[in-house]
């Protein structure tokens, strides 16, 4: 089986203070279909936002923000359960820090829960973990976190399910002419460097960390796809049926 990482932005996840359910609920079955003939790690966004919605704290002050991950996390996961329950798919809470992957020992760790995970048939849906750590034991956004887990569970490729349909020659929301770019083989290393872009208040990476991700992909010969969490039909075609019409492939 050829194993996949998802991650999924806040954005799609939730909306105007609440959890999305119809768009969770797609992603959800959108998984269950792909489970049949792929291993698949799911990477979720969401924690902060979900918080917000029982809880309305400054997210912008490191405690509120730790405070809401940890009311957000529980209730994004049970929707999760609830959600994947309805196609008898077991799944598991694996709470991440860029930590895990900056020692043998623990990255090995990781490495074989998620290999016993998997081989259980079971569907491990990580997050970073950014309730318990400091600032630099943490990535900050699961842009990088799910490169580092598509690497260390030598994954085939990673789709990120954003916001945006794919990546642009500039900043859509501020440029409409702003052309997508079908295929990236190299990206500016000035782009690496510009600062976060985030489309909504609870999304923390903007393009910057998904560039950052990709070149990390880049520079390990595996693949990134960047596309819509809104219509499904991209990653379904790119994933199950080999067609590349919409979304940017980093490769
Ligand atoms: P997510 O929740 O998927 O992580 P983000 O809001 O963090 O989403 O990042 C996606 C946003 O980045 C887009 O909605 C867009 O506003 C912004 N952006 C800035 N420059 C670009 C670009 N060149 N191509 C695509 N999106 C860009």
């Known amino acids: 089986k050829k194993r996949i990482v998802i991650k999924v932005g806040s954005g799609v996840i939730t909306e105007a203070n609440h959890i999305a359910k119809e768009r969770m609920l797609n992603l959800v079955s959108l998984i269950a279909e792909f489970k049949k003939t792929h291993e ?15 809880l309305q704290l400054d997210r912008k002050r490191d405690i509120s ?3 809401l991950a940890s009311v957000g996390q529980p209730i994004l996961m049970s ?7 309805i196609f ?11 930590e895990d992957f900056d020692s043998r020992v623990h990255t090995v760790i990781f490495q ?3 290999e016993t995970t998997l081989a259980n048939g079971i569907l491990p849906i990580v997050n970073e973990n950014d309730i318990s750590t400091t600032e630099d034991q943490l990535f900050g956004d699961n842009d990088q976190l799910s490169s580092h887990i598509t690497h260390y ?12 349909d794919g990546y642009y020659d500039d900043n859509p929301s501020k440029n409409p002419k702003a052309k997508i770019i079908k295929d990236v083989h190299s990206i500016d290393p000035d782009k690496l460097t510009e600062e976060h872009t985030p489309n909504n208040k609870f999304a923390t990476g903007g ?7 990709a070149q990390y992909l880049m520079n390990r010969n ?15 075609q790119f994933v199950l049926e080999g067609v590349h019409e919409k979304g940017s492939l980093f490769s």
Do not use: P, W
């Open 222 to 236: 595996r693949q990134m796809f960047l596309c819509s969490g809104y219509d499904l039909t991209t990653i379904h």
């Open 112 to 114: 074989q829960i998620i």
């Open 40 to 54: 698949v790690i799911l990477v979720t966004s969401g924690a902060v936002s979900a918080g917000y919605t029982a």
């Open 88 to 98: 008898d798919i077991s799944i598991s809470q694996i709470l991440l820090t860029e």
């Open 153 to 164: 569970t030598n994954s085939d490729l990673l789709v990120l399910l954003s916001d945006i």
């Open 79 to 85: 929707n999760y359960k609830r959600m994947f329950d």
């Open 65 to 67: 923000k730790k405070v």
């Open 207 to 213: 393009i910057v960390t998904k560039l950052k991700a």
